[in-house]
């Protein structure tokens, strides 16, 4: 009884294992054969063409003419014609001065011209007095000379008393302070009432018709910049540099371009650069003299290919693609410069024309990974998260799937 029982019960296990086991093995197949179909990735063909590059270096900005302006003479500041920022004109009056030097240097002046003119007058009175003595011999031509020379005497002592007198009242001609120059108005650190002497700085006012954007180049930045445009001297090159921008503070671009129009001819010692002079137009008074900046320097390379910055990934300090090879991708080390709209890359060495390369998705990917350069169709599984999106919308210079997709 007992070993019928074992039979009966061997019977009806036998075939639930074998099913198990039947199922177990088509699950694994399945799933290989799943893990084993290749996942769509966008690619593009890469072309040779141009690019433009930007060197881009901070800047301060100055007005064409940023003037200092001090008094000619110690005093008070008696009156304030302007105020900070205010646009002024040449000759314009900015300050009154009271200076009690000055002013008693004119009293003193003038008191020196009444006593000169009053002694010209009385050596005169003599030559006339004694002249017609001299012609009777009532007294010799050598006591006539003498009021003579003491009439020369006093008469060069006139002219140096109205010399003094005419410098006197220049002097007090400095007691208001004029604009030199078309400017605006900066800070005004004094108020009525202060002391101030020659060497103190009122204001300054700055011409901003044009500003000067001043920035710096190391050694072999400069040569790399020279070197980039034709002509045999400096100036010819600087004649051939194209124009550039300005990135204000805000990060907006200046409206107007401008032109590099002088390089140092001296390399600073203690830093080792150079300083470069670029002018913009400023017909609006947008730019004020002392702000900050970038310049922006375009240089056109040639024979180079566009990619998207994300086709790329790196490693240690080298920058990557994968280039596709068959069905496969394979690592590639690329030589790359960024270009201004953040988003690209010029590369100059490590591809060739015609080589296919994988647009987006390089970070789930590895050397000899298969891939797929067919898209799946529309009710099929979506590809990984970042590839749907197709190569040929970020450059002139790649063409996505051979098709040029715009």
Same mark, same amino acid.
């Given at each position: 009884?007992?070993?019928?029982?074992?039979?009966?019960?061997?019977?009806?296990?036998?075939?639930?294992?074998?099913?198990?086991?039947?199922?177990?093995?088509?699950?694994?197949?399945?799933?290989?054969?799943?893990?084993?179909?290749?996942?769509?990735?966008?690619?593009?063909?890469?072309?040779?063409?141009?690019?433009?590059?930007?060197?881009?270096?901070?800047?301060?900005?100055?007005?064409?003419?940023?003037?200092?302006?001090?008094?000619?003479?110690?005093?008070?500041?008696?009156?304030?014609?302007?105020?900070?920022?205010?646009?002024?004109?040449?000759?314009?009056?900015?300050?009154?001065?009271?200076?009690?030097?000055?002013?008693?240097?004119?009293?003193?002046?003038?008191?020196?011209?009444?006593?000169?003119?009053?002694?010209?007058?009385?050596?005169?009175?003599?030559?006339?007095?004694?002249?017609?003595?001299?012609?009777?011999?009532?007294?010799?031509?050598?006591?006539?000379?003498?009021?003579?020379?003491?009439?020369?005497?006093?008469?060069?002592?006139?002219?140096?008393?109205?010399?003094?007198?005419?410098?006197?009242?220049?002097?007090?001609?400095?007691?208001?302070?004029?604009?030199?120059?078309?400017?605006?108005?900066?800070?005004?650190?004094?108020?009525?009432?202060?002391?101030?002497?020659?060497?103190?700085?009122?204001?300054?006012?700055?011409?901003?018709?044009?500003?000067?954007?001043?920035?710096?180049?190391?050694?072999?930045?400069?040569?790399?910049?020279?070197?980039?445009?034709?002509?045999?001297?400096?100036?010819?090159?600087?004649?051939?540099?194209?124009?550039?921008?300005?990135?204000?503070?805000?990060?907006?671009?200046?409206?107007?371009?401008?032109?590099?129009?002088?390089?140092?001819?001296?390399?600073?010692?203690?830093?080792?650069?150079?300083?470069? !002079? $670029?002018? @913009?137009?400023?017909? #609006?008074? &947008? /730019?004020?003299?002392?702000?900050? =900046?970038?310049?922006? *320097?375009?240089?056109?390379?040639?024979?180079?290919?566009?990619?998207?910055? !994300? $086709?790329? @990934?790196?490693?240690? #300090?080298? &920058? /990557?693609?994968?280039?596709?090879? =068959?069905?496969?991708? *394979?690592?590639?080390?690329?030589?790359?410069?960024?270009?201004?709209?953040?988003?690209?890359?010029?590369?100059?060495?490590?591809?060739?024309?015609?080589?296919?390369?994988?647009?987006?998705?390089?970070?789930?990917?590895?050397?000899?990974?298969?891939?797929?350069?067919?898209?799946?169709?529309?009710?099929?599984?979506?590809?990984?998260?970042?590839?749907?999106?197709?190569?040929?919308?970020?450059?002139?210079?790649?063409?996505?799937?051979?098709?040029?997709?715009?």
């Amino acid at each position: 009884m007992a070993n019928r029982l074992i039979r009966l019960v061997a019977a009806v296990a036998l075939p639930a294992a074998v099913a198990a086991g039947c199922g177990s093995k088509q699950k694994q197949a399945a799933g290989q054969k799943q893990q084993a179909t290749p996942q769509y990735y966008p690619t593009a063909v890469v072309h040779e063409g141009d690019a433009t590059l930007a060197q881009v270096f901070p800047a301060t900005i100055r007005g064409q003419e940023d003037i200092d302006i001090m008094p000619r003479l110690d005093g008070y500041i008696q009156r304030i014609y302007v105020d900070e920022g205010a646009v002024v004109k040449k000759g314009q009056p900015l300050f009154s001065i009271d200076s009690p030097a000055a002013v008693q240097g004119l009293q003193s002046a003038q008191a020196s011209v009444t006593t000169a003119e009053a002694n010209l007058n009385t050596a005169q009175l003599n030559v006339n007095r004694m002249q017609p003595l001299a012609e009777q011999n009532i007294i010799s031509n050598v006591q006539l000379d003498t009021y003579r020379n003491q009439y020369e005497s006093a008469l060069a002592s006139l002219q140096t008393a109205q010399a003094t007198l005419q410098q006197a009242r220049a002097t007090m001609g400095w007691a208001t302070v004029t604009s030199p120059v078309d400017g605006v108005v900066g800070e005004i650190p004094y108020r009525q009432g202060s002391l101030v002497t020659s060497a103190t700085v009122l204001t300054t006012v700055a011409n901003i018709a044009n500003v000067y954007a001043y920035f710096s180049l190391n050694e072999k930045e400069l040569l790399d910049l020279l070197s980039q445009y034709e002509g045999v001297t400096q100036q010819e090159k600087i004649d051939n540099m194209p124009d550039v921008t300005l990135t204000l503070a805000d990060g907006s671009v200046y409206r107007y371009t401008g032109r590099i129009e002088t390089i140092s001819g001296v390399v600073n010692t203690s830093t080792g650069s150079a300083s470069l !002079r $670029a002018e @913009f137009p400023n017909p #609006d008074g &947008t /730019l004020r003299s002392g702000t900050s =900046g970038k310049v922006t *320097v375009p240089n056109t390379v040639h024979d180079v290919f566009t990619i998207p910055q !994300r $086709a790329t @990934f790196s490693q240690l #300090d080298k &920058t /990557l693609v994968y280039k596709v090879q =068959g069905d496969s991708v *394979v690592q590639s080390i690329i030589t790359v410069e960024p270009l201004p709209d953040g988003q690209s890359y010029a590369v100059t060495d490590g591809l060739r024309d015609g080589d296919r390369i994988v647009t987006d998705g390089v970070a789930t990917l590895h050397n000899g990974s298969k891939i797929s350069l067919t898209p799946p169709a529309q009710d099929s599984v979506a590809a990984p998260q970042g590839q749907q999106q197709s190569a040929g919308q970020y450059s002139r210079s790649a063409t996505a799937d051979g098709r040029n997709r715009k």
